[in-house]
């Protein structure tokens, strides 16, 4: 019985080992490939034609503002502002008739100044992995300027690399506390996740028709 116990325990160990492990490569190997291509002052980050607002819930649990989605919003309003990118792609989940994310970002974008005749919205951003996929082989494109938190557009950029887009990234402020901690907690496992979805052959939920940006 103690030789039963004793194998259980070690097997344990070492799936557990293997399971942190494994987290550790991924979000190394996301965070490395990101290094040299992320950038936090607009004057400094190249030109791009095209931009991606990556979405996000504006309000949390209770009602509370999403510090997160406000400062996407004022990242994407300051580099449309320097004209570091010419339209802007807003991507993210309108999987229910009363919630969609997209269309939220696009009213404070305009709120902000922007020009809504740039703004494009994608609907069917369900996930990080499924905006990038449809920016190619949906809005045709296969190079931008990602618009997010610094962990987010790592991320973005690794899926794009592996999708054949040239992807850099605009750093929008970050969220500190014990949101921030759940966050980063979440990411690590996302990053997980990455690697299985193309292990798997992963496919967006949803395509749909081609949309022309023009030059």
């Given amino acids: 019985m103690r030789k039963k116990k004793k194998f259980f325990f ?19 190997v996301i965070s490395n490939y990101a290094t040299d291509k992320l950038y936090s002052d607009s004057n400094t980050i190249p030109f791009n034609r095209v931009g991606l607002l990556l979405g996000t819930d504006k309000y949390l649990a209770k009602g509370r503002l999403n510090a997160y989605y ?16 010419k339209y802007i792609i807003v991507s993210g989940d309108n999987g229910e008739a009363d919630y969609n994310e997209p269309w939220s970002m696009r009213k404070d974008l305009i709120r902000n100044g922007v020009d809504s005749s740039i703004i494009y919205l994608d609907y069917a951003g369900f996930r990080t992995f499924d905006s990038m996929v449809r920016l190619k082989q949906v809005f045709g494109q296969d190079s931008v300027t990602v618009i997010s938190q610094q962990f987010h557009n790592e991320r973005a950029i690794y899926i794009a690399s592996r999708e054949g887009i040239t992807a850099i ?3 929008a402020e970050d969220v500190s506390g014990s949101e921030g901690f ?14 299985l979805d193309f292990w798997f052959g992963k496919e967006p939920k949803f395509l749909g028709s081609k949309v022309t940006i023009p030059e």
């Avoid at 070690?10 to 190394?28: E, G, M, P, Q």
């Avoid at 406000?70 to 990118?85: E, Q």
Wanted: with cysteine.
């Fill in 182 to 195: 759940k966050t980063a907690i979440r990411e690590k496992l996302a990053r997980v996740k990455v690697f």
């Fill in 70 to 85: 406000y400062y996407r919003i004022y990242a994407a309003v300051t580099l449309i502002r320097n004209k570091k990118i």
């Fill in 10 to 28: 070690v097997a344990f160990v070492l799936i557990l080992l293997s399971f942190f492990i494994t987290i550790f490569i991924c979000d190394k």
């Fill in 169 to 171: 990234g605009y750093n």
